[in-house]
């Protein structure tokens, strides 16, 4: 069990810039999420993919957000035209479900975005 | 909207201390409780879960109870180690229109614990 994975783990990048993120899930799992950590706060969601489906997008997730899970497997989060609130922790969670209610999401280490 | 509340830290105590990080909880109907815990460098794990009233989740000597009539779902340990260093997030589930979950997290706790 290689648990949630997410490339890369740091980013520096300047405000106007675009940069793209993958999260790689747990196999086996059918459901994506991603959420985004401002300093001094909790995670905050963003959006979720059942299987390559997108199902739920936040508020938070602006015109320049946009995230695919092509084949239902990896996932990319693509922000463009980079300001300096964009600076966060990206996190992708993963979990198996097979029907409503809840099921355990399972989280990776991050990438953590620095916009100049 | 739902949100949770969860005292500020940094907290910081000597091995062997008790520790309490409280937290309070504001939903519509009946949400399941999370903690979690994010140690440096780590992803957020699960630490332990409270479905429903007076449901006590407990896990590596943490405790937290489900109480309901004042909105609260505090952490407890008996005696911490240095281990037990990280940032501890209190939780709740939110239904989405999928019919999936999401979470709501607090602000997190910073936890120091000294030798």
């Known amino acids: 069990d290689t648990g949630v994975s997410q490339d890369p783990r740091h980013k520096i990048t300047k405000r106007g810039q675009n940069v793209t993120f993958r999260c790689d899930p747990i196999?086996?799992?059918?459901?994506l999420y991603w959420y985004r950590q401002t300093l001094g706060q909790g995670p905050e969601f963003l959006t979720y993919f059942q299987n390559e489906a997108q199902l739920e997008k936040s508020r938070l997730l602006s015109d320049r957000f946009s995230a695919e899970r092509p084949k239902g497997s990896f996932s990319t989060l693509e922000i463009q035209r980079t300001e300096q609130g964009d600076s966060a922790m990206y996190l992708c969670a993963s979990s198996y479900g097979t029907s409503g209610g809840w099921d355990e999401q399972f989280f990776g280490p991050g990438t953590r975005l620095t916009v100049l | 909207g739902n949100s949770v509340t969860q005292m500020e830290g940094p907290v910081t105590l000597s091995e062997e201390a008790f520790l309490t990080i409280n937290c309070t909880y504001t939903a519509t109907g009946y949400p399941s409780l999370f903690w979690y815990v994010q140690y440096p460098g780590e992803g957020l794990q699960l630490l332990l879960k409270?479905?429903?009233?007076?449901d006590k989740g407990s896990n590596k000597g943490f405790e937290a109870t489900y109480r309901k009539e004042t909105t609260s779902f505090h952490l407890e340990k008996g005696s911490v180690q240095v281990s037990d260093s990280a940032v501890y997030f209190c939780?709740?589930?939110?239904?989405?229109?999928?019919?999936?979950?999401?979470?709501?997290f607090g602000t997190g706790t910073r936890l120091k614990v000294l030798a």
């Open positions: 939780a709740l589930s939110e239904m989405m229109t999928s019919g999936t979950y999401k979470y709501i």
């Open positions: 409270a479905t429903k009233a007076d």
């Open positions: 196999s086996e799992h059918n459901r």
